[in-house]
Nanobody, 113 residues
Framework: QVQLVESGGGLVQPGESLGLSCVVS????????MGWYRQAQGKQRELVAL??????NYADSVKGRFIISRDSAKNTAHLQMNNLKSEDTAVYYC????????WGQGTQVTVSS
């Protein structure tokens, strides 16, 4: 059974940094892509960052502030979030394509003074 375990959410002030990690286990298939989506209250889930074959893709709203990386040997992905803004407040979901899509349970990120 495929499992995604996220960690690293929390409460930070505007301008601060936070890192999210995701570990994938239980799959016999190779990971095609990993990434992060987020869903703010009352809004649709949106792509934040994706990494596939070493190529990264970011939402315009986070370009230059967020960095996604992946450790293929450990089946993990990391999202480094810098210069956080209040509009980054959301539940962040880890995503993996095996190639079938799987989602983590979500971790809350709150940016507030």
């Amino acid at each position: 059974q495929v499992q995604l375990v996220e960690s690293g959410g929390g409460l930070v002030q505007p301008g601060e940094s936070l890192g999210l990690s995701c570990v994938v286990s239980g799959s016999s298939f190779s990971i095609v892509a990993m990434g992060w989506y987020r869903q703010a209250q009352g809004k649709q889930r949106e792509l934040v960052a994706l990494i596939r074959s070493g190529v990264t893709n970011y939402a315009d709203s986070v370009k230059g502030r967020f960095i996604i990386s992946r450790d293929s040997a450990k089946n993990t992905a990391h999202l480094q979030m810098n210069n956080l803004k209040s509009e980054d407040t959301a539940v962040y979901y880890c995503y993996v394509a095996l190639p079938r899509p799987y989602w983590g349970q979500g971790t809350q990120v709150t940016v507030s003074s």
